[in-house]
C-alpha cells in the first residue's frame, strides 16, 4: 500500500466506524502501542471532522498482558498507557496495524478492561493477514492481504519510520 492508499483506507474505515456506531457520541478510540496509536490518532481527527465533535484517544501498552512475555526477553520495555477519558460504558475501537495471530488483541482487551467495563468494545486493523491463534476476528479491516508463513506485513508509518508505506517482505531467515 503507497501513501495515498493507506490515507484513503483510513477515510473508509472512519466512515465505517462512524456508521456502525450511530456516529460518535459514546466512541472512544485506543490505540495499541506502538503504529495502533498513530493510526487511532488518524482516525480520530478524520471522525472529529466528519462528525464535527471531539473523539477521545487513547494508548495502550500491553507489554505486561502478553502470554508470550518470557519469550520477549528477561526485561520488557514498558510505554506508558495513556488512558485520558471514562472507558466505562462507552462504545471503543482497539486500533493496531496488523491482525495475525490475535494474541496482540487478547492482551489489548486485558489491559483496556483494568481502566474500566466498556459498553462494547470493537477491534479496527490496517491489514489483517490471516493465521490465527485465537477466535479474534477485526470488527473493521482495512486490507485482507494473503500470506504465507514465511512473510512478514511490514507498516511504516511517517511519525515512526519516516515512510508511509505498507510492504508484504520475506521473512529473515
Known sequence: MSASEIERTLVRLAHEIIEKNNGAANLGLV???RRGVFLAQR???MISRI???SVPVGTLDISLYRDDLSMV???PVVQKTEMEFVVTGK???LVDDVLYTGRTARAALDALFRHGRPQRVQLCVLVDRGYR???IEAAFVGRKVQ???QEIIEVQLQELDEAERVLLVEKPN
Do not use: A, D, F, H
Open 73 to 75: 526477553g528477561p526485561k
Open 43 to 45: 482516525l480520530g481527527s
Open 91 to 93: 462504545n471503543i475501537v
Open 51 to 53: 462528525e464535527k465533535t
Open 31 to 33: 490505540g495499541i502501542r
Open 147 to 149: 500470506t504465507t508463513l
Open 133 to 135: 491463534e485465537l477466535p
